[in-house]
């Protein structure tokens, strides 16, 4: 069997297996969840090891082990050997041997066929917006829409509030048109890297031609994921980006200090939920904290002690594995039960703060809150905001 996916972390593999310490896995959710050494980021490199010296066969509760690791990131906190890397070569190594999981096998079909991992055609990546905003034209930012603000039905509406607020602010935006491709983020994740840096080096390019022809200077990203991919992994591939890359919350807090974002007030107390992407992986904690602060009479509490870089996972991929992300796959109800229990835990630690809302930069996060735990958070009179549509609500 093919392991050359796993060969590439052998020396990490050995190195994590002889470690007693198994700090990664305290805050693990997937520990916290379901227990079991099994399902620690230590467990799965033990697997790793197993797998690489034949001491194991690939059974159908062994996959679901290695796709419990939401993508978090908080193992990389705490191991120099990033046990995340690994968690993603056993993603590729379940492809190579033909036992991906049935959601990561669709999404991988759509990817290559449609460019998103949405089952939609990429024709209709901005059918969103009217028809004479869809073209690329002359502008200061590109709005990177990503596939969740693009494809999927139930989250148009924050990529449309987005554009309210650009242009209200006077910010001179494009798109990339039907150049716009996945991020890659999504393939990573799926197990599938050469496939993620052909999306990558796709983007690049179009993003370049981009800053060369029509005068763009800036990126900005709506998903953590995007705005992920788009700062770290071109520099991995030893391409050079010639735009800076913002997450939408970078934007909203410099267009704040700038006198050109303004709030009418609010007397609400607010909680922040960070998103693993923006925060873990891109460092982002202040700037959506400095929305939520620049809103007059606000008041901002903590979800102590679980805040940034110990920030409790909303679900990650695992709702991908239950539902597909809500792209309408089978249900997988081990999956989704897992992603339930995330999200509860993350609501009941947003009512204890004493907030009455509970707010997320994440779109993905936003619809794993407002999912099947929706009616659970009215009864709890605690109300889910995406900070888009916080900015748009009281912006003046």
Not at 116 to 137: G, I, Q, S, T
Not at 208 to 219: E, I, P, T
Not at 287 to 297: G, H
Not at 370 to 395: H, K, P, W
Request: net charge positive; aromatic share 8%; glycine share 8%.
């Amino acid at each position: 069997m093919d392991m050359s996916s796993l060969k590439k972390y052998e020396k990490a593999i050995y190195l994590c297996t002889t470690c007693r310490d198994g700090g990664c896995g305290i805050l693990c959710p997937s520990f916290e969840i379901l227990g079991f050494e099994a399902n620690t980021p230590r467990g799965k490199m033990r697997i790793a090891r197993a797998l690489l010296e034949g001491k194991l066969e690939i059974t159908e509760p062994l996959v679901r082990r290695i796709y419990t690791c939401t993508g978090c990131g908080y193992c990389a906190t705490r191991c120099s050997n990033n046990p995340h890397d690994v968690m993603r070569a056993l993603r590729s190594h379940l492809i190579e041997a033909g036992r991906a999981h049935y959601g990561a096998a669709s999404a991988a079909e759509s990817l290559r066929k449609n460019h998103n991992p949405a089952f939609r055609p990429h024709e209709e990546r901005f059918d969103w917006l009217p028809e004479e905003l869809r073209a690329p034209r002359k502008a200061e930012v590109v709005f990177f829409v990503g596939c969740y603000g693009g494809h999927n039905i139930h989250i148009h509406w924050v990529a449309q509030t987005i554009v309210k607020i650009l242009d209200k602010t006077g910010v001179k935006w494009t798109t990339l048109g039907l150049d716009e491709w996945c991020c890659g983020e999504v393939m990573g994740q799926l197990g599938m890297p050469d496939l993620a840096d052909e999306f990558v080096k796709h983007n690049v390019n179009a993003i370049n031609r981009a800053v060369k022809n029509l005068g763009v200077s800036r990126v900005v990203c709506q998903c953590p994921g995007c705005s992920h991919v788009l700062k770290h992994y071109p520099r991995r591939l030893g391409l050079t980006l010639d735009a800076e890359v913002l997450h939408i919350t970078e934007l909203y807090s410099e267009l704040i200090k700038e006198g050109r974002l303004k709030f009418k007030e609010s007397k609400k107390t607010y909680a922040y939920h960070d998103a693993c992407l923006l925060g873990r992986w891109q460092g982002v904690y202040e700037a959506p904290r400095a929305i939520i602060k620049a809103i007059p009479e606000a008041k901002l509490v903590e979800m102590e002690p679980r805040t940034r870089d110990f920030s409790l996972c909303c679900t990650g991929d695992v709702r991908r594995w239950g539902a597909s992300a809500g792209y309408g796959i089978a249900l997988d109800r081990f999956y989704y039960d897992f992603s339930e229990g995330l999200v509860r835990r993350r609501l009941k630690a947003a009512k204890e703060s004493g907030a009455e809302t509970l707010v997320s930069t994440c779109v993905g996060c936003h619809r794993s809150f407002v999912g099947g735990s929706y009616q659970r958070a009215r009864r709890e009179d605690l109300d889910l905001l995406q900070i888009s549509t916080l900015v748009a609500d009281l912006m003046i």
